[in-house]
């Protein structure tokens, strides 16, 4: 049988069985799911990166250590653990809404992005994705200080909003 690991993350449903055994398999054993959560769980890991989505699924539903998963990757565990916060951002980001909608959870105050909140924000949205990777980001600091009254944000801000919540161009 193999070892549950971590079966609880704040927006993932319990895993409640061997991780070795499919869940019709343990469902036909009776034991507990919610196979709504687990579908949603399943389309928000279809759009990760498919060494994201690998590595959520061997650490987290089969237990597999980040050494076993190094061996069997040649990655080095520093990276594969820097990977798997950033793969656990994003698939948190893809569940929010089902997460909200589906436990009528409330997001915490005082966590939102002052430029998602901003009047303005599809010029904002468009004026980050006007910066080049060989600019700094002065230009930035200065238009949004200027032209949207914000004051300076911290980069790292700024690229964490334009990769996480900036609108799409349509």
């Known amino acids: 049988m193999g070892q549950a690991r971590i079966v609880y993350q704040d927006w993932i449903v319990a895993l409640g069985h061997d991780p070795d055994i499919s869940w019709q398999e343990a469902a036909a054993l009776r034991q507990p799911y919610n196979i709504e959560v687990i579908k949603a769980v399943n389309r928000a ?22 050494r076993e ?23 948190k980001a893809l569940l929010s809404g089902f997460v909200k909608n589906r ?36 230009r930035i600091y200065q238009v949004l200080r200027d032209d949207f009254d914000l004051r300076v944000f911290p980069a790292r801000k700024l690229i964490g909003h334009l990769k996480y919540h900036a609108q799409k161009e349509e």
Request: a positive charge; glycine letters at 4%; charged letters at 30%.
């Open 69 to 91: 998963i190094s061996l069997m990757t040649g990655r080095d565990i520093y990276r594969l653990a820097a990977q798997n916060v950033a793969a656990l951002k994003k698939l």
């Open 45 to 66: 890991l279809e759009q990760l990166d498919p060494e994201e989505a690998a590595l959520i699924r061997l650490f987290y539903m089969q237990g597999v250590s980040y």
């Open 103 to 138: 436990f009528t959870i409330k997001s915490p105050s005082g966590l939102k992005c002052p430029l998602c909140d901003h009047p303005r924000r599809p010029d904002i949205d468009r004026l980050l994705r006007s910066k080049t990777d060989a600019e700094t980001w002065k």
